[in-house]
């Protein structure tokens, strides 16, 4: 039989589960592209968390990852239309959309903890931002996702322009790639999703991912080699629907600003370069992964930014031309 206590302790976690279920007014389906293990996906795990903790469980957070609701080029459609409340967005995939949104992935502008830091809150910052308003949606947060990229190989180290002449490799978006392409690299548009299973069939010969999400997607398992620098800068924008989000209440707003904030501050990296324990990973699990020095990222760096600069003013104009001014005064 059960005792006096147990039936007391049970009804009171029933009232208090009952009083949560009551006290979430409001559901925030949160849709994003990255699988559990990768450092953005755990971070907005946090996010939930915090976002309960912050409005007194007011808001549910429903949380869609590894791209099982949405495939990732359809996340800004899903937000502006109303299907869902909110998503994680890549900045490397606004693609046409909002081009200005890729000036970030200009190969060695902006890729030290320094720059990265002076452009949270920055007037380029809200310029972007403005951008996304015209778009139909809100951004309510610049969350880091990497300054890094480590080139993979199946067949060689890729430290100098000569060693990715003819080479298949994984595109990111056509700024970008006008820089794998100065290279004499052959980009090819995939999602990170299929990247894996393109390489581990010699679809591709060589990918091109963030130093930790090569390790959390397993390109250890499919690729020998690996070359990384500190590249470029790689945000997620978190963004919400601007009618949902102007029918929250104020406090209930300022709570979910605040998680996301928490969000924004936990992402910000410090450290110069690459990661070692980064590399570490990759190492430990069978890969050659090394870090490019100084000479060799001079080498790339004058192959690849006067290109991937042509092709984002090209893309934006004179507009593009404000923006850079606004990054390189920072």
């Known amino acids: 039989m059960k005792t006096i206590?147990?039936?007391?302790?049970?009804?009171?976690a029933f009232a208090l589960s009952t009083s949560l279920a009551f006290a979430q007014e409001f559901t925030?389906?949160?849709s994003h592209q990255f699988p559990p293990s990768h450092h953005t996906a755990q971070?907005?795990?946090q996010f939930k968390a915090d976002v309960a903790a912050e409005t007194d469980g007011r808001v549910d957070v429903q949380l869609f990852g590894a791209a099982q609701l949405y495939k990732p080029s359809q996340h800004h459609a899903a937000?502006?239309?109303?299907?869902?409340?909110?998503?994680a967005i890549i900045n490397?995939?606004?693609?046409?959309?909002?081009?200005?949104m890729s000036v970030t992935l200009i190969p060695y502008l902006m890729s030290s903890p320094?720059?990265?830091?002076a452009f949270i809150g920055s007037e380029a910052a809200e310029l972007l931002d403005e951008k996304m308003r015209e778009k139909g949606i809100r951004n309510i947060a610049w969350i880091v996702d990497t300054n890094d990229?480590?080139?993979?190989?199946?067949?060689?180290?890729?430290?100098?322009?000569?060693?990715f002449k003819g080479v298949k490799i994984r595109g990111l978006n056509k700024l970008f790639d006008s820089g794998l392409e100065a290279l004499g690299a052959s980009p090819v548009a995939m999602p990170g999703s299929e990247v894996y299973q393109a390489l581990q069939t010699g679809v591709l010969d060589a990918g091109v991912t963030g130093v930790a999400a090569a390790y959390a997607r397993k390109f250890y398992e499919v690729q020998k080699y690996g070359t990384a620098s500190a590249i470029f800068l790689a945000f997620d924008n978190l963004v919400v629907n601007p009618k949902w989000w102007d029918g929250l209440p104020a406090d209930v707003q300022e709570g979910i600003e605040r998680a996301a904030e928490k969000a924004v501050q936990s992402s910000l990296i410090t450290h110069e370069g690459v990661l070692s324990q980064d590399i570490e990973n990759?190492?430990?699990?069978?890969?050659e992964a090394v870090v490019l020095d100084d000479a060799q990222i001079d080498e790339l760096k004058r192959t690849m930014q006067p290109a991937v600069r042509k092709e984002f003013l090209n893309s934006v104009g004179d507009e593009g031309e404000r923006l850079l001014a606004l990054i390189e005064k920072m």
Do not use: C
């Open 149 to 163: 990229l480590i080139f993979t190989s199946s067949k060689g180290l890729l430290q100098k322009p000569d060693d």
């Open 114 to 117: 320094a720059s990265q830091k």
């Open 92 to 100: 490397l995939q606004w693609g046409n959309v909002i081009p200005e």
């Open 282 to 287: 990759l190492v430990s699990s069978g890969m």
């Open 28 to 30: 925030m389906r949160l």
């Open 79 to 87: 937000v502006a239309s109303g299907e869902i409340e909110a998503a």
């Open 43 to 45: 971070r907005l795990e």
């Open 5 to 12: 206590q147990s039936v007391i302790t049970g009804l009171a």
